[in-house]
């Protein structure tokens, strides 16, 4: 797809990584290495998602133009969830794939596995949507002021990065087994809303408290 172009010769991508890279993790801070560093043992097609020696895709691969602008504007933030989430699903050897659809309202992430497979590393696909979803309670914590926004567009990245890093680690709470009709955050939330709040607080945004 000409992503990114590569030189055989050094070994390196002659565009950097557009995504950015986690403190968490040196090996990124070189944003045109190939496949993670790893030549060895992985390979990289398209310039976008390396893949194992099955050619399975692993780690967070972006799919579409659309989802690379609004991702590279969450890393931007300073919030380095993105590359963690790729570390996770790479040491898990799963994919985290990310597409937009214009035409949905919220962001939604899909499992490929069912619930039989609960509690094994699984691959997901996150889809942005392109217009904001219901209203959710947030909190400006310099004020202790309560009130219902949606969830802006960049802010659904952070949030579908959650549920995938639950499960590329195995983490998915059994779905239908969640009662969403109280104010606390249910263990299917957990992950993605403390991920959601690194972002806003990353950002300078005021903190959701609960998940509906």
């Not at 399975?56 to 931007?76: E, F, H, N, P």
Request: aromatic share 6%; proline share 6%.
């Amino acid at each position: 797809m000409q992503a990114r172009y590569y030189d055989p010769v050094t070994g390196r991508f002659l565009a950097n990584d557009p995504v950015g890279f986690s403190p968490q993790r040196p090996d990124m801070f070189n944003r045109y290495a190939y496949a993670g560093n790893d030549p060895v043992n992985m390979w990289d097609p398209d310039g976008k998602c390396s893949r194992n020696a099955d050619g399975k895709m692993v780690g967070v691969c972006i799919q579409d133009l659309k989802s690379l602008v609004r991702m590279g504007k969450v890393a931007s933030s300073g919030y380095d969830g993105i590359q963690r989430a790729n570390e996770i699903a790479t040491k898990n050897n799963v994919v985290i794939e990310v597409k937009t659809d214009s035409n949905q309202s919220g962001g939604r992430t899909v499992y490929s596995d069912n619930p039989l497979k609960i509690g094994k590393p699984s691959d997901s696909t996150i889809i942005l949507g392109g217009k904001t979803g219901s209203d959710v309670p947030v909190e400006n914590l310099a004020t202790g002021e309560t009130y219902s926004t949606p969830v802006a567009l960049d802010e659904q990245v952070p949030h579908e990065l959650g549920h995938g890093m639950d499960a590329a680690e195995g983490k998915r709470a059994a779905l239908g087994l969640v009662d969403t009709s109280n104010s606390e955050i249910p263990a299917t939330e957990k992950t993605a809303i403390e991920e959601e709040n690194k972002y806003r607080e990353a950002k300078g945004s005021n903190e959701r408290r609960v998940a509906y």
